[in-house]
């Protein structure tokens, strides 16, 4: 897949089919629209594209939301890659870019820029300064610079009533089983392994630490999970804790992996965990004893769920 940072930085001698979105979670909604790009583009006649924007929009048109996102900019890459696009523009939003009007940003962009042949869109999408503009409206613009509009109708997206908003709440709470079914695989974190103060050693428990560099990056609800990771091509099960410590009086947030029957250094390498269930909330013990016998529990329900 090619990587393009800037509207400007695209170029192509072919006629391209083309999406836009936020798509964030690139989850199973959003899988309808980019399959059937796909295919409109799979003669290898055109080209498929999709446009995308960072920061995310209403990071820079809502002042005061602290919006969390379900994928870093590296994550939704590589869920495009696997997806098979072949061309992915990631262009940073500002509010210059959100005054363009409707049709500056048909023909300056989607015309003049890619070359477009076909959109394929949500129902419900709409673009252009204030997001004024329609699905009719593109349609219109369509006719009058020479390229096809095909719309996703409302019962198809409503056969898979899916919304970045329920998945994030699902995460809120801890529901894995309804976020992984809307997302369409696991839901999972990217981060990197840094040396904490291993209290976890002293118990049996080894843990490695995830630090996640986006702040964006939604952070499930704090409790401990069922895990799993690919390290050296190989698949790792384990357990996680998202939460403050409170029996060992932490104070900050931390992600702490413990994977079974393994050993391996993983300090400063990056690793993605997937998470697969959600076992119970984070609880302060009154000692460090209690918080082993408790963790004992939690592997052993861990390796029987995963039987």
Known sequence: MKIFNS???FSTTKKTILTLGTFDGVHFGHRKILERVLQNAENNKYESLVLTFFPHPRMILEKKSN???LNTISEKTDLLEKIGIQNLVIHPFDESFSRLTAEEFVRSVLVDQFNIHKIIIGHDHRFGKDRTANIDDLIRFGKQYGFEVEQISVQEINEISVSSTKIRKALSEGNMTLANKYLGYNYFLTGTVFKGKQLGRTIGFPTANLK???????IPKNGVYIVKSIIDQKIVFGMMNIGFNPTVAGEDLSIEIHYFDF????????????????IRPEEKFNSVDLLKVQ????????LEYLD
């Open 7 to 9: 509207i400007l930085d």
């Open 67 to 69: 919006i969390k996102l």
């Open 212 to 218: 996640i560099k986006e702040d964006y990056k939604l």
């Open 263 to 278: 050993s391996s250094d993983l300090y400063n390498q990056e690793i993605s965990v997937s998470i697969l269930h959600y």
């Open 295 to 302: 963790l004992e529990k939690d592997k052993t329900f861990a």
